[in-house]
């Protein structure tokens, strides 16, 4: 599943004693700097990337330095990640007004460069913006507004006047499938690519469980009712700090009447007649891949 920690990543904070080969994920706002190949002739499964390159790469690190700096510009915050197969890897933001990349380098979204750059480094470049993002928006204390510190131990920033410590925020989000007869329920809210539908999602509330914010997100959305609530899988998504919880579940109740504002349309789909579905980067299209087959072998 695209996003998950990959395997031989041992997440560290403490930054190593000896600066050697490292892996680096540089990003300027929401873009990740990265050697680019030509176009690829191939479209990308994602409505959101109009054209992707046929080959992304992390630059190398005798691309990356200058006058024995690491970088061409003075980072706005690095932040220590870990170590990929024995590799350091380093996160960094650039500041907004950085000169252009060297020649052969370029700045790129993550969605274009799903399954162009290595699944590995592309999972840890979603991690890493996330880190960086929260670093950025914890510079001060939200209780009592002093600077915070970086706490050396452990991936958390602490106050040093009210001891307010505060850690990497994750948003919890279920997503839900309603079946029912050769058919999936489907709906599209309006920032949705033009023909595009999905499966429902919410983020959960303070005091309740995954499924109660299941049933609630999907009476809410849709006006209908489902039972046994069956769990899926589970992804980390950086857009901006969520992790998917997926769900398949069975409509018991309720015809369908949708959420003005949230959802712009939904209907029931027969699985043989399904509309555009999200790209393979997002848990909600392996999802329907998945119930789709299920229904398609009668299971
Ligand atoms: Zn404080």
């Not at 409505?47 to 080959?55: H, L, Q």
């Not at 061409?72 to 590799?87: I, S």
């Not at 920033?157 to 948003?171: E, F, G, H, M």
């Amino acid at each position: 599943m695209p996003f998950t920690s990959p395997q031989g990543f041992e997440p560290a904070v403490a930054a190593p004693m000896q600066a050697g080969e490292a892996h680096w994920f540089i990003f300027k706002g929401d873009r990740l700097l990265v050697a680019l190949g030509p176009p690829s002739p191939q479209p990308s499964d994602d409505p959101r990337v109009p054209a992707r390159p046929s080959w992304a790469s992390l630059p190398g690190s005798e691309t990356l330095q200058k006058n024995n700096n690491i970088l061409w510009f003075e980072p706005a915050r690095t932040l220590y990640l870990g170590r990929l197969a024995g590799t350091d890897c380093w996160a960094a933001e650039a500041p907004a007004d950085a000169s252009a990349p060297p020649p052969g380098l370029a700045w790129e979204g993550l969605r274009t460069l799903f399954s162009v750059l290595e699944d590995a480094h592309f999972a840890l470049a979603g991690r890493a913006i996330q880190l960086l993002d929260w670093d950025r928006s914890h510079r001060y204390c939200g209780r009592c507004g002093t600077p915070t510190e970086a706490k050396p131990e452990e991936r958390a920033r602490a106050c040093p006047a009210c001891k307010l410590a505060v850690y990497p925020r994750i948003s919890p989000a279920v997503m839900a499938l309603v079946r029912r007869e050769g058919e999936i329920l489907l709906g599209r809210s309006p920032h949705f690519p033009p023909g595009m539908y999905s499966a429902l999602a919410g983020f959960v509330e303070p005091g309740e469980t995954l499924e109660q914010c299941l049933a609630r997100e999907v009476e809410e959305e849709v006006g209908v009712r489902v039972s046994r609530i069956r769990y899926f899988a589970s992804q980390p998504w950086p857009f901006p700090n969520s992790l998917m919880i997926a769900f398949v579940c069975d409509w018991e109740s309720g015809e369908i009447r949708p959420q003005a504002g949230e959802i712009e349309d939904a209907n029931w789909f027969k699985v043989l007649h399904l509309p555009k579905l999200p790209s393979r980067i997002s848990i909600a299209r392996r999802l329907i891949d998945a119930a789709v087959q299920e229904m398609r072998e009668g299971t």
